[in-house]
């Protein structure tokens, strides 16, 4: 059931668990989360980032995938097709597609031109009933050219953005995108305390949920974090299965080489990544509550 992220998200708040944000790639990352998501019956974020949209031939490409998808696989929780880190342009390109949600990455831009392009936004995807998050501050790592160094944002500038009207916020407060390096500092949980102390119940966004420690993430929910990204801990786990199928010689079996079986292992390890991160955002059960 494709829907706007609002309403999910304020549940969540309220509820004091985590929306995931599972970041989609192709077909087989596409059915894998919806099916997990039905199962766990559990509200659900899909991904899409402009490089991967662009990889999938185009939004209109994905969000006639997804809507399909969705009705064949007669999917009943709540799915939200959302961009991830999308320019302004990407953010009209998804709303022309069908997308239910959108976020614009104005972090790199100075204040008053992300509070000006952000504001143009919200009332577009307002009036069309799409949801919308914003970013202040930035996030580490690199996603889609944008690279960010991890730095905190600003808590007066959150509250700035917020005041927007936008239905969720997205904070550096350390947090980066891939991998996190081995002398990584961790989150900031006094940056995250006072974000949450200036915008109230606005629900906010961790990025980078790859390789935060379980503690942390629930710490991190307690202070108001609704929304949860995951997208290399799926890339991860979707790469070591299909190379353990090829390295065992699986694809030489019969017809193992066929891309259904092949890709099978993957998919079977995405469903896994992604029931372990619901089971800990807490969101398993929730979808009608």
């Known amino acids: 059931m494709l829907v706007s992220a609002a309403e999910m998200l304020k549940k969540a708040k309220e509820g004091h668990y985590a929306v995931g944000q599972f970041n989609i790639n192709n077909l087989e990352w596409t059915k894998s989360i919806l099916l997990t998501a039905q199962e766990l019956n559990s509200p659900v974020i899909l ?8 990889y999938m031939t185009g939004f209109k490409t994905v969000a006639a995938m997804v809507k399909a998808m969705d009705e064949s ?13 999308g320019s302004y342009e990407g953010c009209y390109a998804c709303i022309e597609a069908g997308f239910t949600s959108i976020m614009f990455d104005g972090s790199h831009y100075p204040i008053e031109e992300n509070v000006a392009k952000t504001t143009e936004l919200v009332s577009v995807a307002h009036h069309l009933g799409l949801s919308i998050e914003a970013e ?3 996030i580490g790592g690199e996603e889609d050219g944008v690279v960010g160094m991890g730095e905190c944002a600003d808590p007066d500038e959150c509250k700035a953005v917020a005041d927007l009207g936008v239905d969720m916020l997205a904070a550096g407060i350390g947090n980066i995108h891939g991998k996190y390096p081995e002398n990584w ?9 006072a974000i949450q102390e200036k915008t109230g119940t606005m629900p906010l966004v961790l990025h980078g949920g790859t390789g935060i420690p379980a503690d942390m993430i629930k710490k ?7 929304k ?5 801990e799926c890339q991860l786990s979707f790469a070591d299965a299909t190379r353990k199928y090829v390295e065992a010689g699986k694809d030489l079996e019969g017809k193992g080489f066929d891309p259904r079986k092949l890709l099978a292992p ?11 991160k619901m089971e800990l955002f807490g969101s398993v059960g929730k979808a009608n509550n």
């Open 266 to 276: 993957g998919a079977d390890a995405i469903k896994a990544t992604v029931k372990e």
């Open 47 to 54: 991904g899409v980032s402009e490089g991967a949209g662009k």
């Open 228 to 232: 949860i990204n995951v997208n290399t």
């Open 136 to 138: 202040v501050g930035s």
């Open 73 to 85: 696989l007669g999917i009943t929780v709540p799915v939200a097709l959302h961009l991830d880190h």
């Open 220 to 226: 991190a929910i307690d202070l108001g974090v609704s």
């Open 185 to 193: 500092a961790g989150l900031s949980f006094e940056t995250l305390a």
